[in-house]
């Protein structure tokens, strides 16, 4: 997921690619290894620098999809045709080959494992990748907080980390899984494909009774309606947490 890169005071560091996964035909997963990395919450980013050899340098922010590993972080790129950063790093950044990343950015986007509220989580698109920290991060805690996914996509072939996410359905016990499908839907699926609604997050969503924590992430006007449609159910606004690219 990429936004646009953010100013601060953080220190510009060397990472070295170490593996890249195609997730999906326009999504790729990079993981770098970065000297003295100090570490990052569930649902930061980073500021991505490249500088090509006439001195002209671009850069991007992109979320970290990845639970805290030490000196190593897992970031979930999606090609933008005509961009000029994504379709870099999607295909033709060779593994060993090193960039510049400024890290990790922001306080308020984040999951603690110390928080026992449970947890709504609502992805389109590639707004999964914060969440998908989250997810892991669970994982790895060893954490019982209950938590539901509702991931918005257009097709099957666009739902990034698909074994993933089922895997962790069936085994990860308190992960609830909903993958609403816009254009076109599985086989078989139960429904109509179309536009991520109220019926669906009163449906999937923890009630408004529960109290819980509220992270939603995807393009500016889907995380507006989507947000919009929590408070209307009744939701603290202050538990609603945002994050929007695009």
């Known amino acids: 997921?990429?936004?646009?890169?953010?100013?601060?005071r953080l220190t510009w560091r060397t990472a070295?690619?170490?593996e890249a996964t195609d997730v999906t035909a326009s999504a790729r997963s990079l993981v770098f290894d970065v000297p003295g990395w100090p570490g990052h919450l569930p649902g930061q980013h980073v500021d991505v620098r490249l500088t090509a050899e006439d001195g002209y340098s671009v850069q991007r922010s992109y979320s970290i999809s990845s639970a805290p590993?030490?000196?190593?972080?897992?970031?979930?790129?999606?090609?933008?045709?005509?961009?000029?950063?994504s379709p870099y790093l999607c295909d033709v950044?060779?593994?060993?080959?090193?960039?510049?990343?400024?890290?990790?950015?922001?306080g308020w986007f984040v999951w603690r494992a110390t928080d026992q509220a449970p947890v709504t989580l609502v992805a389109g698109g590639s707004g999964i990748a914060p969440l998908m920290a989250m997810i892991r991060a669970r994982a790895a805690e060893g954490s019982?907080?209950?938590?539901?996914?509702?991931?918005?996509?257009?097709?099957?072939?666009?739902?990034?980390?698909?074994?993933?996410l089922r895997r962790r359905a069936r085994e990860d016990g308190g992960l609830d899984v909903h993958i609403v499908?816009?254009?076109?839907?599985?086989e078989g699926w139960p429904g109509v494909p179309g536009r991520l609604g109220l019926a669906e997050l009163n449906t999937h969503a923890w009630p408004a009774d529960f109290a819980p924590n509220v992270f939603v992430c995807g393009p500016t006007g889907f995380v507006e309606t989507v947000s919009d449609v929590f408070v209307a159910l009744g939701h603290d606004p202050r538990r609603v947490r945002t994050e929007r690219f695009g």
Do not use: H, K, N, W
């Open 1 to 8: 997921m990429a936004r646009t890169a953010v100013s601060g």
């Open 16 to 18: 070295a690619l170490a």
């Open 69 to 85: 590993d030490g000196e190593r972080f897992e970031l979930t790129v999606q090609r933008v045709d005509g961009g000029e950063v």
């Open 93 to 106: 950044l060779p593994v060993g080959a090193e960039v510049e990343l400024r890290g990790p950015v922001g």
């Open 144 to 164: 019982r907080v209950p938590f539901r996914l509702i991931y918005s996509v257009r097709t099957p072939d666009d739902v990034c980390y698909a074994d993933e």
């Open 181 to 186: 499908y816009t254009r076109r839907a599985p």
